[in-house]
């Protein structure tokens, strides 16, 4: 570039500031408590977790009445192992991913699967959340990838689910 | 030219901070009051159209958010514009016109609370010449204030006389948020904010959303006992640039105006006058006469929720027409800074 061209700098900065809803509140100090929350849809009965306030499906608002409690355990109905290449560096780790759907529900919530080295990981195992620590009651901001207040999924060490019955499960998963 | 009609015209709460809601939450129940007014459920609905701005949410795609309060599946034929609300009309009344569509469903939001508005719609002008400015939104509508007052009769007094009126008609409005009995002589008192503007020369910061059905045809007055129908809808575009264009008129108003007949036995206009000095030249602009009755609802000085701002103009026109029997009424609709784009509308009772 010539001496003689002039660069100007024009950088913008826009803060925002945007106040969780209350169904987001109410999730959050849940978590604090290792407590996982949805909310059942009154029409089609889906879950949604962390709740929505509303169920886009069936175009309803969903509120306080229906909240309920859902298990932060369930079974690994798929996962996939990620080597490290210019991609996925994962600290230079091979590391898991999984999809585990809830106990009692058709939710599948996605993260990294720890405390298991990656070649033992198999679907039908059960796993349960690796919660993550509130800071002052507040999320941390650098909550990584997965679902909002869990880091990852651990294995409980119960005997695995069946391989019929995660066909059951992936099969209700899909319906809809 | 298809016959089209509004059927109904559904808002939020019009505040300061939404703050138990996000967008999807503050839209739905809109969407459904207007549903249920049309007495059409979403089956029936043709085709649906948006207007929001994602630089208000701070989000990319917030846009598609949108979607969740009126439902995306089954699958429905949707398109959604970047701007107010009353584009996303003026789309969906296109889409009826050529035949594509019957029915349509229309609506506009944005929470203009989560962002520093003087910051994010300065990002809106032009980035290589204005943008880096830094101008922020209350100036430029200050440059157009005082070009008008150095180059009309009009006064600080006739502006002060605007921003009392709009708050005061906005005391019968349930869903304004600023409303006040108050005079011209107060609004004079108050100490300068960005000369020659004071406070009350300003619009208020809000929160919310609107939903308007269209019908084509005769269908429209077997679901509304009086619809409006669109007699003229025209929009307008000028340049970017402050400083080829003289603010203190409003030329790209005037021709739309002139296009669906702006001058002619307007009973009530429902105008997208942000600022106070704004209702002068666009009075101007359209050939207003004395007569017509301007922005009973308050107008954007009693509640300015952007992308829905200008939908609600046209909402507010159809009710003049729904329910206190008006038969030619106006609505104008305004995107950019210094009424940089208009859109105007004549509606007509039957």
Same mark, same amino acid.
């Given at each position: 570039?010539?001496?003689?061209?002039?660069?100007?700098?024009?950088?913008?900065?826009?803060?925002?500031?945007? %106040?969780?809803?209350?169904?987001a509140?109410?999730y959050t100090?849940a978590v604090?408590?290792k407590?996982l929350?949805a909310?059942?849809?009154?029409?089609?009965?889906?879950?949604y977790t962390p709740?929505?306030?509303?169920? %886009?499906?069936?175009?309803?608002?969903?509120?306080?009445?229906?909240?309920?409690?859902v298990?932060p355990e369930g079974?690994l109905v798929s996962y996939t192992v990620t080597?490290?290449?210019?991609?996925h560096?994962q600290g230079?780790?091979?590391s898991a991913r999984g999809d585990v759907m809830l106990?009692?529900?058709?939710i599948t919530l996605m993260g990294e699967l720890d405390g298991v080295?990656? #070649?033992?990981v198999?679907?039908?195992?059960?796993m349960r959340a690796v919660w993550v620590e509130l800071?002052?009651?507040?999320l941390p901001s650098s909550g990584g990838w997965g679902a909002v207040g869990i880091k990852g999924w651990e294995?409980?060490?119960? %005997?695995?689910?069946?391989?019929?019955?995660?066909?059951?499960?992936?099969?209700?998963?899909?319906?809809? | 030219?298809?016959?089209?009609?509004?059927?109904?015209?559904?808002?939020?709460?019009?505040?300061?901070?939404?703050?138990?809601?996000?967008?999807?939450?503050?839209?739905?129940?809109?969407?459904?009051?207007?549903?249920?007014?049309?007495?059409?459920?979403?089956?029936?609905?043709?085709?649906?159209?948006?207007?929001?701005?994602?630089?208000?949410?701070?989000?990319?795609?917030?846009?598609?958010?949108?979607?969740?309060?009126?439902?995306?599946?089954?699958?429905?034929?949707?398109?959604?514009?970047?701007?107010?609300?009353?584009?996303?009309?003026?789309?969906?009344?296109?889409?009826?016109?050529?035949?594509?569509?019957?029915?349509?469903?229309?609506?506009?939001?944005?929470?203009?609370?989560?962002?520093?508005?003087?910051?994010?719609?300065?990002?809106?002008?032009?980035?290589?010449?204005?943008?880096?400015?830094?101008?922020?939104?209350?100036?430029? #509508?200050?440059?157009?204030?005082?070009?008008?007052?150095?180059?009309?009769?009009?006064?600080?007094?006739?502006?002060?006389?605007?921003?009392?009126?709009?708050?005061?008609?906005?005391?019968?409005?349930?869903?304004?948020?600023?409303?006040? !009995?108050?005079?011209?002589?107060?609004?004079?008192?108050?100490?300068?904010?960005?000369?020659?503007?004071?406070?009350?020369?300003?619009?208020?910061?809000?929160?919310?959303?609107? #939903?308007?059905?269209?019908?084509?045809?005769?269908?429209?007055? !077997?679901?509304?006992?009086?619809?409006?129908?669109?007699?003229?809808?025209?929009?307008?575009?000028?340049?970017?640039?402050?400083?080829?264009?003289?603010?203190?008129?409003?030329?790209?108003?005037?021709?739309?105006?002139?296009?669906?007949?702006?001058?002619?036995?307007?009973?009530?206009?429902?105008?997208?006058?942000?600022?106070?000095?704004?209702?002068?030249?666009?009075? !101007?602009?359209?050939?207003?006469?004395?007569?017509?009755?301007?922005?009973?609802?308050?107008?954007?000085?009693?509640?300015?929720?952007?992308?829905?701002?200008?939908?609600?103009?046209?909402?507010?026109?159809?009710?003049?027409?729904?329910?206190?029997?008006?038969?030619?009424?106006?609505?104008?609709?305004?995107?950019?800074?210094?009424?940089?784009?208009?859109?105007?509308?004549?509606?007509?009772?039957?």
């Open positions: 570039m010539s001496d003689d061209v002039k660069v100007l700098n024009s950088v913008v900065s826009l803060d925002y500031e945007r %106040p969780p809803t209350r169904a509140r109410r100090e604090g408590e407590r929350i909310h059942r849809c009154p029409e089609c009965e889906r879950l709740p929505k306030g509303y169920c %886009p499906v069936c175009v309803v608002l969903t509120t306080d009445e229906h909240e309920i409690e298990s079974v080597n490290p290449d210019k991609l560096q230079g780790k091979t106990d009692g529900t058709r080295e990656a #070649a033992d198999h679907t039908g195992m059960r800071e002052d009651g507040r294995p409980t060490g119960e %005997p695995d689910a069946s391989r019929e019955e995660v066909q059951e499960l992936l099969k209700k998963a899909g319906e809809s | 030219m298809r016959d089209v009609a509004i059927v109904a015209f559904a808002q939020s709460p019009l505040v300061r901070r939404q703050t138990d809601f996000d967008e999807p939450q503050m839209i739905m129940p809109v969407v459904r009051e207007a549903y249920e007014q049309s007495g059409l459920d979403r089956s029936q609905i043709d085709f649906v159209c948006s207007g929001s701005a994602d630089y208000l949410a701070g989000q990319p795609f917030a846009f598609i958010r949108g979607l969740d309060a009126v439902g995306a599946w089954p699958p429905l034929s949707e398109s959604h514009v970047e701007m107010d609300g009353a584009w996303a009309l003026y789309e969906a009344w296109m889409m009826l016109q050529i035949g594509h569509a019957d029915t349509a469903l229309v609506y506009g939001f944005g929470k203009a609370s989560a962002g520093n508005m003087r910051e994010v719609l300065t990002v809106e002008l032009d980035p290589y010449y204005l943008a880096p400015t830094g101008i922020d939104c209350i100036s430029t #509508a200050g440059l157009q204030a005082r070009a008008l007052l150095d180059n009309s009769d009009y006064t600080e007094r006739d502006m002060a006389e605007v921003a009392a009126r709009s708050r005061r008609s906005a005391m019968s409005n349930d869903h304004a948020q600023v409303k006040k !009995d108050v005079t011209a002589e107060e609004i004079l008192a108050e100490p300068y904010w960005v000369d020659p503007l004071r406070p009350s020369d300003c619009p208020p910061i809000t929160d919310g959303a609107a #939903a308007v059905v269209l019908v084509a045809g005769d269908r429209a007055r !077997d679901l509304c006992e009086r619809p409006a129908w669109i007699r003229g809808i025209d929009n307008r575009i000028e340049t970017h640039y402050f400083g080829t264009r003289d603010l203190s008129k409003s030329p790209s108003t005037e021709v739309a105006g002139k296009t669906v007949g702006s001058g002619d036995g307007i009973e009530v206009a429902e105008i997208s006058s942000t600022f106070s000095h704004q209702e002068l030249i666009l009075k !101007d602009a359209l050939g207003l006469q004395d007569s017509t009755e301007i922005n009973p609802s308050g107008g954007p000085l009693a509640a300015n929720p952007l992308m829905a701002v200008g939908l609600i103009r046209i909402g507010e026109a159809f009710n003049q027409i729904k329910n206190n029997g008006k038969q030619r009424v106006l609505a104008h609709a305004t995107s950019g800074h210094c009424l940089q784009q208009n859109l105007v509308c004549v509606l007509e009772g039957d």
